[in-house]
């Protein structure tokens, strides 16, 4: 975390017109910046985007029982709109603005893929002794 | 969580006075109503105004979960749009007192929500929920035969009464009977599975928890998507 | 229908070490080709390594060293401090690592890694193979940074409470017993350190808990620093809520520019003395201090400095391509030194192992941070930090939003509420 916070005049204002009771601090680089470095590598794979969601949302999205929404199975154009909305800030959120302000387009369709995909439950208990056990023996040569 | 409570009742006096006054109704008051308790709250809900609710709705994060006009975006959240302005107010001050709570993190960041709302912010919040509608986003559904002896008859044998006999032929609910139709089906089925635990027990004598307590989660289930499908 | 002998698993594991608890997950039955990838440390950043290598690859072999039966989340840890959280419900142990995800789980502290033969050497004498290790030990703490400190004394009557465990109950047990109008007194250390915001998280919740129980009491925080996260935030609270600028103030914030940077401890008389000769002198002294990667890290050479630094690509060691190097132990500036940051890690990280293993290239890295403090049970904050892929020897390029003190009460009560839930979605998310 660098140590310079810089008060973003630009950001403060836009927020404060749509979002009066809370403009944040905001620092690192700027979204040009951001833009720039997403153009020059590669896209991360939807997984790689996704994951970081997950302690607050849930392993793979799934239902954890707590405030923050499941993500496991959502519908992905639902998911799309949304995220666009906390990105552009349409209306105050908790943290899901200060979350999404960094994604493209096309990083959302991923993570919008990448959730649709996801079974919409509880984080449940998959055997995976059991699963590793058939694994070795459809893998046994011996 | 109990704990909770008395703390905020503290943070409250530092008076934040831009969206909301320190409420004097703050203190808990986690027991279950009196019907006439109730009445008396009933008659003194302040008229509310719309288009301050429809602020608060904004500003106060209602709208970040709940959706835009109180329109959930998705299986998370309640709708709240087209509810009546009694149930809004009444499940407003439960969780206000920390009365409704179901010991997940989803009914304790709706106890954090209420903390500071205020009588009128509560009313202008209700009456912005019902001016709004709410369509249907679920397909129409053939309603099984025996849905709709439950939804229409009830079950004698298990001493439920039909749904509709309260909760209208419409879902549509009245007073601090709550709207059903157009529903999330997952809110749905939580919130009657709570009732069937008694993990929620704000309801005037456990009226709703009785009709739970016999139901199956098939029928549960097909309830949900039932009143899912209706539009109001 | 293969049986599985002892001499088959010795090979398969490369070990004799079956007798100390190898085979936790008794049933596994793995190709014998398939690699093994071991793990130093069972915490944060080490037990999300395990889950999420499973959720990627059913076949590898997954071993964890940790010398704890059981591991305590710090994240909750401030409230136990200020008791109204019991370390219990921080504490997971890794049954679940076990049988779920068929992790062997070594209860052994790792010494030394033989870099040629790939193998990792135990205390208790025992010696691992491993085709991929990733070292997750946690800090080591810097004791002589302040002259009369030492670790036995952390361990007795001046805990650092900095790792979640005994020290925090001692800690907790003294702020209990602090007699009327007496004086606690935390030291917050130099960047970086582990979790930011956690000395004035800690500040807050005990100068919360004196204002019912000891209101004459103080709290003051002597920093060796001029500027912290959340700065703005939590100076507005100290002001609304404990006085902070009057002569009454039930807390102080000395910055290192008013002469807050502590050098020495004298345990007879109770005192700190800091740089510029003040003396200070606390009921209650709670020694937070400065930090450095974690002994096993420094004695096998993955340190330059305090601190071991990686390929941004993958997280692999400048040392040794095979072995990675994860949460606070790393030099990853400018990303902080959070769990939240050690388990994102422990997922890039997996995925390049993963990638490796099955021939695929390991694709641009992403990681993300997001911190929710508190200041009271109804007040939270949160930051959101991004870390952009700018090469692979150059540090990540980070973006943030963050709070400020806001008017707008409905923020601080949900945020608050927000934060509890993470405590518990983050200890799910790595150890269920
Ligand atoms: C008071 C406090 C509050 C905090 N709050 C938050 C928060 O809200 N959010 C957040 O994201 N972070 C928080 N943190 C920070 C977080 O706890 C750490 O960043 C995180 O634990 C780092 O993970 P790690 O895997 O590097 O180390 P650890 O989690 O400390 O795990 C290291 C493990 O390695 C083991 N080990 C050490 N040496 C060896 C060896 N030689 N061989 C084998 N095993 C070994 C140790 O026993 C330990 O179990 C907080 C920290 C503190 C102190």
């Known amino acids: 975390m660098k140590k310079l916070l810089l008060l973003s005049a630009v950001t403060g204002l836009t927020c404060m017109l749509q979002a009066p009771a809370s403009f944040a601090l905001t620092g690192g680089i700027s979204a040009e910046e951001n833009a720039k470095l997403r153009a020059e590598y590669p896209m991360p794979s939807a997984e790689m985007l996704g994951d970081n969601c997950s302690a607050c949302h849930g392993t793979n999205g799934a239902e954890f029982n707590e405030a923050m929404p499941p993500l496991a199975g959502m519908d992905k154009n639902n998911f799309i709109k949304l995220m666009k909305e906390y990105r552009e800030n349409k209306f105050p959120s908790i943290v899901m603005h200060d979350v999404a302000h960094v994604f493209s387009d096309e990083e959302i369709e991923a993570m919008g893929d990448f959730f649709a995909k996801q079974k919409p439950e509880q984080w449940t208990r998959p055997d995976w002794n059991k699963s590793i056990k058939q694994h070795a023996e459809e893998h046994s040569h011996e | 969580m109990k704990k909770t409570l008395l703390i905020s009742a503290l943070a409250l006096t530092t008076g934040f006075t831009q969206l909301a006054s320190a409420n004097e109704h703050a203190a808990p008051q986690a027991q279950a109503w009196t019907l006439q308790q109730w009445h008396q709250t009933q008659n003194n809900i302040p008229n509310g105004n719309i288009s301050k609710g429809a602020e608060l709705h904004k500003q106060a994060l209602c709208m970040t979960c709940h959706g835009e006009n109180g329109v959930a975006p998705s299986r998370n959240a309640p709708s709240l749009a087209g509810n009546n302005i009694d149930y809004t107010f009444k499940t407003l001050k439960d969780y206000q007192s920390g009365l409704r709570n179901e010991g997940h993190g989803k009914s304790a960041v709706m106890i954090a929500a209420a903390q500071s709302l205020t009588q009128q912010d509560m009313a202008d919040l209700a009456y912005f929920y019902a001016e709004q509608t709410l369509q249907s986003k679920a397909p129409a559904q053939a309603l099984s035969s025996s849905t709709e002896r439950l939804v229409r008859k009830g079950d004698v044998k298990r001493m439920i009464t039909p749904c509709a006999s309260c909760h209208g032929v419409h879902g549509e609910g009245n007073e601090i009977t709550p709207a059903l139709a157009g529903q999330t089906a997952h809110y749905f089925i939580r919130t009657m599975k709570a009732y069937k635990i008694k993990h929620r027990t704000n309801d005037i004598n456990q009226g709703m928890g009785q009709f739970t307590h016999d139901l199956t989660d098939e029928e549960i289930h097909a309830l949900a998507d039932y009143y899912a499908s209706l539009s109001k | ?432």
């Open chain 3, 1 to 432: 229908m293969n049986k599985i002998t002892r001499r088959d698993l010795i090979k398969l594991f490369g070990t004799t070490a079956l007798s100390t608890g190898l085979m936790g997950a008794s049933s596994l039955a793995f190709a014998s080709k398939s690699a093994h990838i071991v793990i130093v440390g069972g915490g944060v950043g080490g037990a999300a390594s395990a889950k999420y290598m499973r959720l990627l690859n059913p076949d590898v072999r997954i071993t964890i060293v940790e010398p704890e039966p059981k591991y305590i989340f710090c994240p909750g840890s401030n409230e136990v401090v200020a008791d109204f959280d019991t370390l219990e419900s921080l504490t997971v142990d890794f049954n679940t690592l076990k049988s779920r995800y068929a992790v062997n789980i070594i209860q052994d502290r790792a010494t030394e890694i033989d870099y040629a033969a790939k193998k990792l050497k135990l205390a208790k004498g025992d010696v691992l193979s491993y085709d991929k290790l990733i070292v997750s030990p946690g800090p080591d703490f810097k004791y002589d940074a302040v002259e009369g400190f030492s670790k036995q004394l952390a361990e007795g009557n001046f805990p650092a409470a900095w790792h979640a465990g005994p020290q925090t109950l001692v800690l907790r047990d003294q702020i209990n017993a602090l007699p009327q109008g007496g004086t606690v007194l935390i030291t917050s250390p130099v960047d970086p350190y582990r979790c930011p915001p956690a000395p004035y998280e800690r500040a807050s919740f005990i100068a919360n808990k004196l204002k019912t129980v000891n209101p004459t009491a103080k709290v003051i925080i002597l920093d060796s620093k001029d500027d912290f996260i959340f700065h703005d935030v939590y100076l507005d609270y100290w002001e609304k809520m404990h006085g902070l600028g009057t002569p009454d103030a039930r807390i102080e914030w000395i910055s290192k520019k008013s002469g807050g940077h502590v050098t020495k401890l004298d345990t007879k008389n109770r005192t700190l003395t800091t740089a510029n000769g003040q003396v200070h002198k606390g009921d209650v002294i709670n020694i937070i201090p400065p930090e450095m990667a974690g002994s096993f890290v420094r004695m096998n050479g993955l340190s330059e400095g305090d601190w071991a630094p990686f390929n941004s690509k993958d997280f692999s060691t400048k040392r040794d391509k095979d072995v990675y190097i994860i949460g606070d132990s790393a030099a990853a500036d400018p990303m902080p030194k959070t769990g939240y940051i050690a388990s994102n890690q422990a997922k890039v990280v997996t995925k390049a192992i993963h990638a490796e293993l099955t021939g695929k290239d390991i694709g641009t890295p992403f990681i993300t941070n997001n911190c929710v403090a508190l200041a009271a049970d109804d007040w939270g904050m949160t930051v959101a930090e991004t870390f952009r892929y700018a090469g692979n020897n150059k540090p990540f390029e980070e973006s943030y939003i963050m709070s400020d003190p806001t008017k707008n009460p409905f923020y601080r009560h949900i945020r608050a509420e927000v934060a509890k839930n993470w405590q518990r979605t983050f200890r799910k998310d790595i150890y269920s």
